[in-house]
């Protein structure tokens, strides 16, 4: 969900987004008296949509261990994308003295996205400290008469901190990088060449494809049909803002902003967006306007004119954009096709939550378990490689129960793309009450096949009577699906 983080054309989102959620917060002092003077004349008088952003995304300043094609080119692992799960694979596979070299256009570049998480999952991970700013609960708004509050703690990534972490561990595991755009993969028996549109070719044993949605080296033996999650989003200098300091608002479902907006709100009743906000202070916001899921995706500037009209409600005046960001995230669809010779991680494994988005703790949490699975096949004297170096790491990242859960995950996906604004209400209302085991579970991708089943009974029993005749209309035949997709993979 918001940022349920976040790429050349098609504008799909890198791996990372869920991400989700990006943004970035240089701090005010930052932004030129002089574009801040002319940014407030602006922003008195017309739409902040109007208002270029202050502030790019910088490189970061590190050293690295730089590749040089006259060292040889020989690798265990090469590792095509430096974003977030190609660095936390590369880390944690390096970190067992296997041979890695990552291989990206731009290693230093910083993300276009950060991520928003909550804080339970980071603190498992003990990457606290990538976190620099938390707020201790949340809130989903479900209508103007009905507010839920979350006693969960959401925090922002400090994508900084985060990758510059990754990258130095990296280093000191003494992983190669690369500054280069993979071209093509030839495959033989045991091992796999990348070339790169410099001509220099890298080979290893294994070939993992970190390099987002528009991949070309990861296959599919299905035909793929995502749910688009889309968003606008920007960090914001305001004169006033009337959210909590000590709240994050992780949906906000209201549609009273749109009353003077006939076209909008009829168009919002049948694709619904809500807003997403974290507030800094009593001047700096991040906003975003949020479609959760849709078939075929939301028109972009249908969801800037929502967020312009939300905030010209609120009362928000926007005086300068710190940063703003375009969010467009598939989710869902069939798994790439396993076994293959490419190894896949990150946004082109399936790892996005289908039903919200979240892709960024859970890349963190799955890519040691695939690293140990490579680390034994590559590490051992047996040296297992080839297919069944292939088969074992597929089937590491997406064993039976994980597969068979990611369904689940898909039927929520497919049910939420049936709900109009009021079914999505009625929706999350019953979500929310349920035990905070459960939506904390299903929202982290924790929860087993088991579990699931106990939640959709549990959802069942909360909702009220016109939620259940959705569930019992418009749930069937994503259901069946479901039955028959679990069904098929025991096969």
């Known amino acids: 969900m918001a940022s349920i983080a976040k790429v050349s054309p098609p504008p799909l989102l890198s791996t990372s987004t869920p991400c989700r959620f990006p943004i970035s917060i240089p701090t005010r002092k930052t932004i030129p008296i002089r574009n801040r003077t002319q940014i407030l004349r602006i922003g008195k008088f017309g739409s902040f949509l109007d208002l270029e952003p202050e502030s790019k995304p910088q490189p970061l300043d590190l050293d690295l261990p730089w590749h040089a094609p006259s060292d040889g080119s020989r690798f265990d692992v090469v590792v095509i994308g430096a974003g977030p799960a190609g660095l936390r694979l590369a880390e944690q596979v390096s970190s067992h003295g296997i041979k890695v070299c990552c291989l990206d256009p731009s290693p230093l570049s910083m993300w276009p996205n950060n991520y928003g998480v909550w804080v339970d999952e980071f603190h498992t991970l003990q990457l606290d400290d990538c976190l620099d700013k938390t707020w201790p609960t949340a809130c989903v708004y479900i209508n103007d008469h009905k507010t839920k509050h979350l006693d969960r703690a959401y925090g922002r990534v400090n994508r900084s901190l985060l990758k510059s972490k990754l990258l130095s561990e990296c280093s000191n595991n003494g992983v190669k990088f690369y500054k280069g755009r993979a071209w093509n993969v030839k495959h033989e028996e045991l091992n796999s060449t990348v070339a790169c549109d410099d001509g220099t070719k890298l080979t290893a044993n294994l070939v993992v494809d970190?390099?987002?949605?528009?991949?070309?080296?990861?296959?599919?033996?299905?035909?793929?049909n995502p749910g688009y999650q889309i968003a606008h989003g920007i960090l914001a200098e305001v004169d006033d803002h009337p959210f909590d300091l000590d709240k994050m608002v992780l949906m906000d479902w209201r549609d009273s902003h749109l009353g003077n907006e006939p076209y909008l709100r009829v168009d919002n009743s049948r694709l619904p967006t809500f807003l997403y906000a974290m507030a800094f202070d009593s001047n700096l916001v991040f906003l975003e306007e949020t479609s959760l899921v849709s078939r075929p995706m939301l028109n972009y500037v249908e969801v800037k004119k929502r967020m312009e009209a939300?905030?010209?409600?609120?009362?928000?005046?926007?005086?300068?954009?710190?940063?703003?960001?375009?969010?467009?995230?598939?989710?869902?669809?069939?798994?790439?096709?396993?076994?293959?010779?490419?190894?896949?991680?990150?946004g082109n494994a399936?790892?996005?939550?289908?039903?919200?988005?979240?892709?960024?703790?859970?890349?963190?949490?799955?890519?040691?378990?695939?690293?140990?699975?490579?680390?034994?096949?590559?590490?051992?004297?047996?040296?297992?490689?080839?297919?069944?170096?292939?088969?074992?790491?597929?089937?590491?990242?997406?064993?039976?129960?994980?597969r068979s859960a990611r369904e689940f995950y898909n039927f929520g996906m497919?049910?939420?793309?049936?709900?109009?604004?009021?079914?999505?209400?009625?929706?999350?209302?019953?979500?929310?009450?349920?035990?905070?085991?459960?939506?904390?579970?299903?929202?982290?991708?924790?929860?087993?096949?088991?579990?699931?089943?106990?939640?959709g009974v549990s959802l069942f029993g909360h909702a009220s009577m016109p939620s259940r005749v959705d569930m019992l209309t418009k749930c069937p035949p994503p259901?069946?699906?479901?039955?028959?997709?679990?069904?098929?993979?025991?096969?």
């Open 350 to 402: 399936g790892i996005v939550h289908p039903a919200t988005g979240y892709t960024v703790a859970r890349t963190m949490e799955l890519a040691p378990m695939v690293a140990s699975v490579i680390v034994e096949c590559l590490g051992s004297s047996r040296m297992i490689r080839g297919k069944h170096l292939h088969r074992r790491v597929w089937d590491g990242l997406w064993p039976f129960e994980r």
């Open 414 to 455: 497919e049910t939420l793309l049936k709900l109009d604004l009021e079914g999505t209400r009625r929706f999350f209302d019953a979500f929310f009450d349920l035990d905070p085991y459960y939506w904390h579970g299903f929202l982290s991708s924790r929860l087993s096949v088991g579990e699931l089943v106990k939640l």
């Open 210 to 224: 970190a390099s987002g949605f528009t991949t070309t080296f990861v296959e599919y033996d299905k035909p793929r």
């Open 310 to 346: 939300r905030l010209r409600h609120l009362g928000i005046r926007v005086r300068a954009i710190v940063e703003d960001e375009k969010c467009v995230i598939p989710m869902g669809g069939p798994l790439p096709r396993s076994p293959q010779s490419v190894m896949a991680m990150g």
């Open 479 to 491: 259901l069946v699906r479901m039955a028959g997709n679990i069904v098929l993979e025991t096969i």
